[in-house]
């Protein structure tokens, strides 16, 4: 990996395509695993020094002269509560700008490198309201100047919360001395507000704010006392801590951490990346080093740690386990991670630093010392929630207020193109960039843009969804229509639509399918997608959906997620079995996609679509992707 040229994969770009697809994808996994996404150094430096001067050096200057702190005098301010508040206000405006995380080209954002605002602040964008036919005057999927509106009043909000003048409260004054105050809270509640709407309103830009994470820290700046107002913040960043580490638990996770290790930059042994697969290149699941590092130092950390800072009064048992918490998301954000959650680490791992040693249990600020019991039990129960409820029905919740930020248990997806059907994306789409391999193109010629493209999918082969998706597609396409159609992935494609992605499935789902076939109406076998849900905790299956754009959910099954991890990325054995609930049967004409009817199942799929009965034409409109909220 050079500072200004990538690792190429070692293919020939021209011919390329021409492979089988299958074929495409092992050869490209195998060079992942060596080399990761291949990107040049100069990427990774442009992504510290936004880290670096951007967030942490603007951000410490805003937080500082803003509350009569020198920049430089770091023992001064580094447990000062009103600095910990500004930069997590701080962090949230890089979020949802669009600067932070799911930014630059890790997250396919090439050309330009922010989605964000350029998206945001401008009408006709699609907007992607979570519930539309439940909450009244949010239906429609693209912006109006009320939603433009609406967004940069957030932004205006948030930057009048930096520089307003600070406030002295009688619970703060009473245990910090000599303080410089806190932020104000008459200027957070129209923040809360407003970010309430547009949550209803739009999810994207909710979700890109991180706001599983930071609006309830903000509800604690604006309504708790001092005292319980850390004391709720300790159990947040432990929920979070300790939610991401149970989710982990599972046969997913150990498939992360093998391709992760292959994208470190600073790791160039290739001998020290392959001992995280089983025998490279022949059998490429992780392998028992992979599993330790994921559970033992990842897992294991993640939920043990957590919980010995909560409850730890003992000054050098706390001291080692902020250390390695730190440690922990410094590790992480060193991986660079796809969806580079790059600043969302180093606020973890200040905010460790600032809660148990600016904070500490022996000081008074151990849970047991609230002056409002009943009032943490209703926080603890309402910070459980949503990581409960999404674990449970994934259906539901985002992965992110599941707390599943790195557990490899995700929604997501494989698009499929016929020749030249892409192009009506950029057509039709209003948005701020366009295709991923368009914005390639500006820079590089399109056989080389076609590998890139490449990389993404046989990254998502290394993962139990790839050989489950990709199986799917496989069965529905057949291999001729497999190796001619353009697949896309879902995640990258849906960041340059709707500005951001950070892997959630639920972020192109059939409503957002829907919006597309709006814009682009496409014909029918033009654009097949599918759909996989995550696992619930409590199951040992994922549900997939196919979905035909111009035609709707045109099949429904699950399948065990011990055959998806049992499977090598390119699938040498055929497609991994799955478990049919529900298909529309076709046949008849040229495109073979006219007469849909549906058949109900019960059983493992055939092979063959014409073995299967005709029953009755669907009239559900739910099955319908054009008509989907």
Not at 98 to 124: D, Q
Not at 145 to 164: C, E, M, R, S
Not at 559 to 570: H, L, S, T
Request: some cysteine; glycine content about 6%; aromatic content about 12%.
């Amino acid at each position: 990996m050079g500072l200004t040229q990538p690792d190429f994969p070692p293919v020939d770009p021209a011919t390329f395509t021409q492979q089988p697809f299958l074929d495409r994808m092992r050869v490209l996994g195998a060079h992942w695993a060596e080399y990761g996404f291949g990107t040049q150094k100069m990427v990774h430096i442009i992504y510290l020094l936004k880290v670096l001067v951007l967030y942490i050096g603007v951000g410490v200057t805003i937080a500082t002269l803003t509350t009569g702190y020198g920049v430089f005098d770091v023992s001064a301010w580094w447990n000062q509560p009103v600095i910990y508040q500004k930069l997590v206000l701080w962090t949230l405006l890089i979020e949802i700008v669009g600067v932070g995380g799911s930014w630059g080209p890790l997250a396919g954002h090439f050309k330009p490198m922010t989605g964000g605002a350029l998206f945001w602040l401008r009408p006709k964008t699609i907007r992607l309201p979570p519930w539309p036919d439940q909450v009244p005057f949010t239906r429609g999927d693209s912006r109006t100047l009320f939603d433009v509106g609406l967004y940069a009043a957030v932004l205006i909000n948030l930057v009048v919360a930096l520089f307003a003048p600070t406030v002295h409260t009688a619970s703060l004054d009473a245990l910090v001395p000599n303080n410089h105050g806190l932020v104000n809270p008459a200027v957070l509640y129209s923040f809360l507000a407003l970010m309430l709407v547009l949550g209803l309103r739009d999810k994207v830009p909710f979700l890109a704010a991180r706001s599983e994470q930071y609006l309830p820290a903000i509800v604690f700046f604006t309504f708790l006392p001092f005292l319980d107002m850390i004391l709720a913040l300790k159990l947040m960043i432990v929920i979070v801590w300790v939610g991401a580490g149970i989710s982990k638990f599972g046969r997913h996770f150990t498939m992360v951490i093998a391709p992760m290790i292959s994208n470190t930059p600073w790791l160039a042994s290739k001998w020290a990346k392959r001992l995280n697969y089983r025998s490279f290149p022949n059998d490429m699941r992780p392998s028992k080093t992979a599993s330790f590092l994921g559970h033992a130092l990842g897992t294991l950390v993640e939920v043990v740690t957590p919980l010995i800072l909560l409850f730890s009064t003992n000054k050098t048992l706390t001291v080692l386990a902020v250390i390695l918490m730190v440690c922990f998301h410094l590790f992480i954000f060193s991986t660079f991670p796809l969806a580079v959650p790059l600043e969302w680490n180093i606020l973890f791992a200040y905010a460790a630093v600032f809660l148990f040693l600016g904070f500490p249990a022996w000081d008074g600020y151990a849970v047991t010392d609230t002056t409002h019991p009943w009032l943490m039990v209703l926080i603890v129960a309402a910070l459980l929630f949503f990581p409960v409820l999404g674990n449970l029905r994934p259906d539901l919740v985002s992965f992110l207020p599941s707390m599943r930020q790195y557990a490899g248990n995700w929604a997501s997806a494989t698009w499929a193109f016929a020749p030249g059907a892409e192009e009506k994306l950029n057509q039709h789409v209003v948005r701020a960039s366009l295709n991923t391999k368009t914005q390639l193109m500006a820079n590089f010629p399109e056989e080389v843009a076609n590998v890139v493209m490449h990389q993404m999918l046989a990254w998502r082969s290394m993962h139990s969804q790839g050989r489950g998706l990709f199986s799917v597609m496989q069965r529905h396409l057949g291999d001729d229509r497999l190796n001619s159609y353009t697949l896309r992935e879902a995640e990258f494609s849906c960041n340059s639509l709707i500005a951001f992605n950070f892997g959630d499935g639920h972020l192109h789902n059939p409503k957002m399918i829907a919006a597309l076939q709006r814009r682009c109406n496409f014909a029918p076998g033009e654009f097949t997608v599918v759909w996989v849900e995550s696992q619930p905790i409590h199951k040992a299956t994922q549900e997939y959906l196919v979905l035909d754009a111009a035609l709707g959910v045109v099949e429904r099954g699950t399948w065990r997620v011990f055959d998806a991890v049992e499977e090598q990325p390119w699938l040498p054995n055929g497609p991994i079995p799955v478990h049919v609930t529900w298909r529309r049967e076709f046949g008849g004409s040229e495109t073979g996609i006219d007469a849909y009817t549906s058949v109900d199942q019960a059983g493992p799929v055939s092979n063959s679509r014409a073995a299967q009965p005709k029953k009755r034409i669907s009239t559900d409109p739910q099955e319908s992707v054009g008509s989907a909220g």
